[in-house]
């Protein structure tokens, strides 16, 4: 695919041309971007910008996408692109072109012009301006307009409507549920993805695994299994906290009884971040792991929910912390959901997931 992003100087079509490419060096696909101005600089600087001039570096540009397109590269350009023939020879020519048409009135193309340079060719110091001494014609038939007028838009919403009106395969996968993180543990670094992007990579990854687990619910459901009641048990037995039983008196606890626990709490958050797992039992003084024993994935969901519970109920910026070691957990939970098969590991899973998603939802 090559794709034309088409505009006037100041219209935008660099920025957002920069944004696009870096969502695309998530596709599958080899992808390199192509600006006007750069593509002149390589080539030696032998043209101008007269008339003659500028049509002898548009078909330049064209014939090189032509090439890169035959390698089956593919190209996203930034140009100006004043010549109707040169458009109507891509669209002849280059396999699966694209032309996107960035519209900005003029006025206000000037009052972007960081460069001066429509003020410099409005009062006569510069020649050879489009949109002054050269006429700009729109393309005739563009395969999008993207009207860029308003100002501070939201390019990361034009570049999704780009990407989604060309049906380009982009992988937006939440990189931290691809593997089993039980057995391949890592360390957590800093994603390239940010603001609401990053959320939605979150809540596509939630919603799959919600959807797995649901579907896996129904046909438990169909054998008329269903939940087991929880009750309150003795959780402390020889010194030693039994995880999973402390967990379900903590989500069938209130309030006051939950204020109890924080401190043991706020050492199993401290216990799970070194080594991403919860451990069947932890000694009672220390709250240190005293077996070796993490496969019990009824923890992980009551773990969950419980965090859950505490962030709620709390008001200040501590909540965070819990926030923190929620959405971890869910990770472990989403990329070990095939390991699910108990009606209750199943249910409870899904419950952490969905109120994940509702907490997240106060942050969008």
């Known amino acids: 695919m090559v794709i034309w992003l088409i505009g006037m100087s100041a219209s935008g079509k660099t920025t957002i041309g920069k944004k696009l490419f870096e969502k695309l060096q998530n596709s599958e696909e080899k992808w390199i971007f192509l600006d006007g101005d750069t593509f002149r600089n390589i080539l030696g600087e032998d043209l101008g910008h007269t008339i003659e001039d500028r049509r002898k570096n548009a078909y330049r540009i064209s014939r090189f996408c032509e090439f890169l397109s035959s390698q089956n590269i593919n190209v996203l350009a930034c140009v100006l692109s004043i010549f109707h023939d040169n458009q109507r020879y891509n669209k002849e020519n280059i396999k699966d072109y694209k032309e996107v048409y960035i519209d900005v009135e003029f006025d206000k193309l000037v009052q972007r012009d960081n460069k001066q340079l429509y003020k410099k060719a ?4 510069i020649k050879d301006v489009v949109g002054v001494d050269i ?3 729109p393309p005739y038939s563009p395969d999008m307009i993207i009207d860029n007028n308003i100002d501070n838009p939201d390019y990361e919403d034009i570049c999704n409507n780009i990407i989604n009106s060309f049906n380009i395969s982009i992988n937006n996968s939440y990189e931290y549920t691809k593997q089993n993180l039980l057995q391949y543990p890592h360390k957590y670094q800093y994603s390239k993805f940010e603001g609401k992007e990053f959320f939605d990579k979150i809540k596509n990854a939630r919603n ?3 959807e797995f687990l649901s579907k896996r619910l129904n046909r438990l459901k169909d054998k008329d299994i269903k939940l087991k009641e929880f009750v309150k048990i003795n959780y402390i037995k020889d010194g030693n906290l039994i995880l999973k039983d402390f967990l379900i008196d903590l989500y069938i606890s209130d309030i006051e009884e939950l204020e109890k626990q924080k ?4 050492l199993l958050i401290k216990r799970f971040e070194v080594g991403k797992k919860l451990y069947k039992t932890y000694d009672i003084k220390e709250i240190r792991k005293s077996s070796t024993e993490f496969e019990d994935m009824l923890n992980y969901p009551l773990f969950s929910l419980v965090l859950q519970k505490y962030y709620k109920n709390d008001d200040t910026q501590r909540k965070l912390v819990y926030l923190n070691a929620i959405l971890k957990v869910n990770d472990i939970i989403s990329s070990v959901k ?9 249910f409870y899973s899904e419950e952490a997931l969905k109120n994940e998603l509702i907490i997240m939802g106060e942050y969008l």
């Open 122 to 125: 409005l009062n006569g110091e």
């Open 263 to 266: 401190n043991i709490i706020e």
């Open 135 to 137: 006429e700009f014609k």
């Open 338 to 346: 095939s390991e699910f098969v108990f009606y209750d590991e199943i």
């Open 208 to 210: 799959s695994s919600i």
